[in-house]
């Protein structure tokens, strides 16, 4: 593993301590234009989000009052009630984002695919790094808000899906994420800074409590209005 890449996943906790667990389950309280740009203000301000460590899952629960719950795979996305009987599913998913634009609506099928790409990936990194195929590279140092944070470009193989294929994180001197860069694909490419903070302990993990995520310009700079989405996390327990 690059040496950095290393140093990040320690700092989180190890990668020894994070396979011990297979799941990974937390409250979530959500804002941000995202969510009423795309149609669907309020279905998933206060939710619970359930990631496998494992695979590539997830589940929200509930799913506001559409459905008890979501069942995310990046082949099958399904909105279920608590008896598991399918409201809607969708197979090949992300297909169906094919000529989308940020302004483009969603349905509610197509906002469970995204919150459930989104958060697996997001609860798992930096953990992802150690994942088969992964390739990092320590990129120049970047200097934001009056600290120096260290990068790394992160591309992902295609069987692990996510955002986009390639991604950029932003380390403190601690080598705790504090940034995370992306751009969404199935929202035209639009490119995202997600800004990472609050971390809390749980069973020898460092894992956040506070993400923000804000619109990218070309130059790397955040564009700081709007709030494009936002997430207070608690709660957190491990499976």
Known sequence: MQK???????????????KRHDSLTAHLRQGGVLWPL??????????????????????HSPFGTIAARSDYRPAR????????AEVVALDQPR?????????TPWTPIQLAYFAGCAMWTY???????????????????WDEDGQRLRRLRVTLPPAIVSHSSVQTLY?????LLARHDYDVEIAGGTPGAHYISGYTGVDGIRLPT????????????????????????????FG
């Open 77 to 84: 996305v399904a909105l279920l009630e608590a008896d598991g």
């Open 38 to 59: 795309k149609g669907q203000a309020g279905v998933l301000d206060e939710t619970s989000v359930t990631v496998s460590l494992r695979e590539i899952h997830a589940s």
């Open 171 to 175: 380390v403190t001197d601690e080598g």
């Open 4 to 18: 950095l890449a290393a140093e990040i996943i320690d700092a989180h906790g190890g990668l020894d301590s994070w």
């Open 95 to 103: 297909a169906s984002f094919d000529g989308h634009t940020l302004e």
């Open 123 to 141: 609860f798992n990194m930096p953990f992802l790094l150690a994942w088969d195929g992964v390739e990092t590279e320590e990129l120049a140092p």
């Open 210 to 237: 506070r993400r923000r995520i804000y619109p990218r310009q070309p130059d790397g700079q955040r564009v700081p209005e709007p709030l494009v989405v936002s997430i207070d996390i608690d709660n957190y327990v």
